[in-house]
């Protein structure tokens, strides 16, 4: 945040404002052509009870029609009910096939294997294992695992690799947090999903923004303008944010950049599989193994 001339504090959000009809309709189209692509015609969607799942399913269920979208509630033992709650209400708003599979059976023996094992270690067992689940029943349903991170997420590495980072698509992982609050309005989201505090439910009282040390409007500012504006650390710092917030920020999208890339391929031949063979986004394709 900037202060001004008087001292009063001004903020970087109104830079952050969409278009959210114009991005509904981009969205939608981009769900559809990936699936469509791929020779699929139905999502396999994650629901966490918080807003960017929710967010994903409104999206998914506008794009391929409401029964060709199948979610998943996966509560593990510690799983707040509130989630579940306000997951069963965008089910139930959307008329959503869904099914509710509990991961506790199965992340219990890794975990009781470990008894000093971190709150940290934990929710990433959890987040692979829903990865599990959901690619599971992309084969029995017949469609493709959609993603649900968002822009601010994606960027902090602020996901677990092969978990909730391991989907075939991700359709609102260009949005930051403050703009997926913009379109959830837009989409005429529950008020209640909209306005709770977002966590990944890992643990009893887990919220994202006490794990992170700072809130999501502080650092969509900042990420907007080293990202998107490409400010340089100093003159974000000059836009009023404390310099330390700024280079730690920084140092966290470096930090996390293999997260956001597939598995770098060493180079031997003339066209190596990311390098030189790169496929086009114009091609129809076929349904195949997920």
Same mark, same amino acid.
């Given at each position: 945040? !900037? ?9 970087? +959000?109104?830079? +952050? ?38 967010? &994903? ?60 094992? &971190? ?31 968002? !822009? ?12 909730? &980072?391991?989907?075939? +698509? ?109 496929? +086009? ?10």
């Amino acid at each position: 945040m !900037k202060a001004n001339e008087a001292g009063q504090v001004t903020s970087v +959000l109104p830079r +952050l404002k969409i278009n959210t009809a114009l991005a509904t309709r981009i969205l939608t189209g981009f769900i559809r052509d990936s699936i469509e692509k791929a020779g699929m015609r139905r999502a396999v969607i994650g629901l966490s009870g918080g807003i960017d799942s929710a967010v &994903s399913a409104y999206l998914a269920a506008e794009a391929l029609g409401r029964d060709n979208v199948l979610a998943l509630r996966m509560p593990y033992t510690t799983s707040s009910p509130e989630s579940l709650r306000d997951a069963g209400a965008v089910i139930e708003d959307l008329s959503l096939p869904h099914l509710t599979l509990s991961i506790s059976e199965m992340a219990d023996p890794l975990i009781e294997r470990f008894p000093a094992m &971190s709150k940290l270690r934990k929710g990433n067992i959890m987040a692979r294992l829903r990865m599990i689940a959901l690619y599971d029943q992309s084969m029995a349903w017949g469609g493709l695992v959609m993603g649900t991170s968002n !822009k601010t997420e994606f960027l902090l590495g602020y996901s677990t690799i092969y978990g909730d &980072s391991g989907v075939a +698509l991700h359709p609102i992982a260009d949005l930051y947090k403050c703009q997926v609050r913009q379109l959830a309005r837009h989409l005429g989201l529950p008020d209640a999903i909209v306005r709770k505090p977002p966590s990944a439910d890992l643990w009893v009282g887990q919220t994202d923004e006490d794990e992170l040390g700072f809130t999501y409007d502080e650092a969509d500012q900042v990420l907007f303008l080293l990202v998107d504006e490409r400010y340089t650390v100093d003159e974000a710092a000059a836009e009023g944010f404390e310099r330390d917030f700024v280079v730690k920020i920084w140092e966290r999208v470096k930090a996390n950049h293999y997260k956001r890339t597939m598995p770098n391929i060493a180079k031997l031949s003339k066209r190596s599989i990311g390098h030189d063979f790169l496929y +086009l986004r114009d091609y129809t394709g076929r349904a195949g193994r997920v």
